[in-house]
């Protein structure tokens, strides 16, 4: 089974300034998709980025980019210029590209980033 | 259509009670989750729908626990005899056919008590 891990239970950073959040997987798969979703304190969980595990290139998203290590396994996820409407708690996620088993999302455990005035 | 709506937000319920929750997706997404969030933990897949088919159960859906779509619109998620650790946030998300990402709902956060 595919496992995500996110080592940093919490992380903080001050505002304007960088941060990046570690996340890790295990898959025997070749193709599949990984995401990074944000959870506010108001619960409701929101997409950040996407990436394809067949694209080489690392996926940007305004303030938001990731670093893709495929061989690795390893997607982190960099936030430039951090704003307070950052903070919130960070998912990391795991989707199969095949038909059968790509139904499901592995999520992390969390990092909960806090933007520090 | 602003999004996916689950009802109720905040459900308390003795041990041993019956309880239902009720999601609504995204009208054009004909692709539906149900997931468990406990405190500390990332969500946990506990069910799929495509159209009004369930089509993959977690082993984390116990015998009292029963998912339905009837007519491919809304789900709900019964879990009867309500135990002390089915606390969480149960989590509804819907996708379109083809999509590679969730929307989520707002969740449904169940107290046992």
């Known amino acids: 089974a595919q496992t995500v891990t996110q080592s940093q239970p919490e992380m903080s950073v001050q505002e304007a300034e960088t941060v990046t959040l570690s996340c890790t997987y295990d898959?025997?798969?070749?193709?599949?998709?990984l995401f990074w979703y944000k959870q506010p304190p108001s619960r409701q969980m929101i997409l950040v980025i996407r990436q394809e595990a067949y694209k080489q290139q690392n996926a940007t998203e305004n303030r938001f980019s990731v670093n893709f290590q495929k061989a690795a396994k390893s997607f982190s996820l960099k936030i430039s210029d951090s704003q307070l409407g950052d903070a919130a708690m960070y998912f990391c996620?795991?989707?199969?590209?095949?038909?059968?088993?790509?139904?499901?999302?592995?999520f992390g455990t969390g990092t909960s980033l806090t933007v520090i005035p | 259509d602003t999004g996916v709506s689950q009802d109720p937000r905040h459900k308390i319920t003795k041990r041993g009670q019956n309880v239902t929750f009720r999601c609504d997706p995204i009208s054009e997404h004909n692709r539906l989750y149900w997931y468990r969030q406990t405190l500390g933990q990332g969500p946990e897949f506990l069910t799929y729908?495509?159209?009004?088919?369930?089509?993959?159960k977690s082993r984390l859906l116990s015998d009292r626990f029963s998912a339905e779509r009837p007519k491919g619109s809304f789900s709900t998620l019964e879990i009867q005899r309500t135990e002390q650790g089915d606390s969480a946030m149960y989590l509804c998300?819907?996708?379109?056919?083809?999509?590679?990402?969730?929307?989520f709902g707002s969740g449904t956060r169940l107290t046992v008590v």
């Open positions: 729908f495509q159209n009004e088919a369930q089509l993959e």
């Open positions: 998300a819907s996708s379109p056919k083809g999509g590679y990402g969730y929307t």
């Open positions: 996620a795991y989707r199969s590209a095949f038909f059968h088993t790509g139904n499901q999302f592995y």
């Open positions: 898959t025997s798969e070749s193709d599949y998709y």
